[in-house]
């Protein structure tokens, strides 16, 4: 497994499990690993499989049900009870640091081993029957890896899907959006017990759950935009103005954890997964918006497919999950994908396009009157992960 990220813990614990001999690589250090911020929320799907293979008694014991969302809309506020629309399924509030941090020790508890701070990961023989890989450790050694598959789990800029001959991928733009994200991570309790989508004159803002102590925020910038642009004082400015409500309510300000970083929009989508030994997982093999917070669980399915196929491979010498596994993988992840646009159209401002502009508003009219309409928000806000 070449990264230790969700997808490749996940494919490194179910093979594990299954005595499977495995080793994961990591660019960075173990501390950064179960430290750096990620998503929140992960769906119903994906905590499905984190039960299924034991992984889920960090979520249960330190995670938050939500089970529903509100939309600030010309200065009103309404609130969408998604899980009654979908049999009572709902997202849980969990930190995925505290995710990764698990991961890591349910695989080392199943005896895998991991190699973090690697550099110069090199992939080869991809087509073979025994694929190698060659990377230095963090104590500068050189090392290669003889293996009977790989897994490619190391993010949109990685080194794996940089492997695969050009000729062999394709590549599906499916938006290319003017649009990105500025992400915040604050040290502030938050001021709302609810996801909040903002939608304003001044353009979008997202107030996110973490944990008790800190806020994650989103605001609408043009993409390409300069986050060092964004000091903390304009940053709580902007999310002051664009959450703003008529009722009473108070937005806490706190210290930014982190730098602002700019996140975009773009969606781009890499087919097959799978070349000769070595298959993607994860954001290796696409990009889907994070409106509505699927990536997590999509790398955490994309992950138990990849372990299971392998497993059933090695086992009983049956490839036919590896051949669908490419399918599989792109078919639910472009149903998230679907759920991601229409959040976005749903809540990004077009500056100056007043017909998209009357648009939204009815959408949104819509979503607050309608049982109809929140209950086809609440079947793609759940669906697949």
Not at 87 to 114: E, F, N, S, W
Not at 218 to 225: F, I, N, P, R, S
Not at 274 to 279: A, C, T
């Amino acid at each position: 497994m070449i990264g230790a990220g969700v997808a490749g813990l996940v494919t490194a614990v179910v093979l594990a499990r299954q005595g499977i001999d495995t080793l994961v690589l990591e660019r960075a250090s173990r501390a950064d690993v179960e430290s750096r911020s990620r998503a929140g929320l992960l769906g119903p799907g994906a905590v499905e499989v984190l039960e299924r293979h034991g992984l889920a008694e960090g979520l249960r014991a330190a995670g938050a049900p939500h089970r529903n969302c509100e939309f600030r809309h010309r200065r009103q506020a309404f609130v969408v009870e998604y899980a009654q629309y979908v049999d009572g399924r709902h997202h849980m509030v969990y930190p995925q640091q505290k995710l990764v941090a698990d991961l890591v020790l349910a695989y080392l508890a199943a005896g895998g081993t991991i190699e973090f701070s690697v550099r110069d990961v090199t992939l080869d023989g991809l087509t073979s029957d025994r694929p190698t890989v060659a990377f230095v450790t963090a104590n500068g050694e050189g090392r290669t890896a003889k293996s009977r598959f790989i897994a490619g789990c190391d993010g949109h800029h990685g080194v794996s899907r940089a492997s695969i001959p050009w000729e062999a991928l394709r590549c599906t733009q499916q938006y290319e959006s003017p649009w990105a994200w500025l992400a915040v991570l604050a040290g502030v309790a938050p001021s709302t017990d609810k996801i909040i989508y903002g939608v304003s004159p001044q353009g979008f803002a997202g107030h996110m759950l973490r944990d008790h102590q800190t806020s994650r925020f989103y605001l609408q910038v043009e993409a390409g935009t300069d986050a060092a642009q964004w000091p903390a004082d304009r940053i709580w400015e902007e999310l002051q103005a664009r959450l703003a409500v008529d009722e009473d309510w108070e937005l806490a300000e706190g210290p930014l954890l982190e730098p602002p970083s700019v996140v975009a929009m773009d969606s781009a989508f890499y087919e097959p997964m799978r070349f000769g030994r070595l298959l993607l997982a994860g954001d290796a093999s696409r990009r889907v918006p994070p409106a509505a917070a699927k990536g997590a669980g999509l790398a955490i399915a994309d992950g138990e497919t990849l372990g299971l196929a392998v497993a059933a491979a090695l086992h009983d010498l049956d490839e036919r999950p590896l051949d669908a596994y490419s399918d599989v993988c792109q078919r639910r992840a472009w149903l998230s994908q679907e759920a991601s646009t229409k959040l976005l159209h749903m809540v990004h401002v077009e500056f100056s396009d007043p017909f998209a502009q009357r648009l939204q508003d009815v959408r949104l009219d819509r979503l607050r009157t309608s049982p109809a309409a929140a209950a086809d928000f609440a079947e793609h806000y759940v669906s697949p992960v």
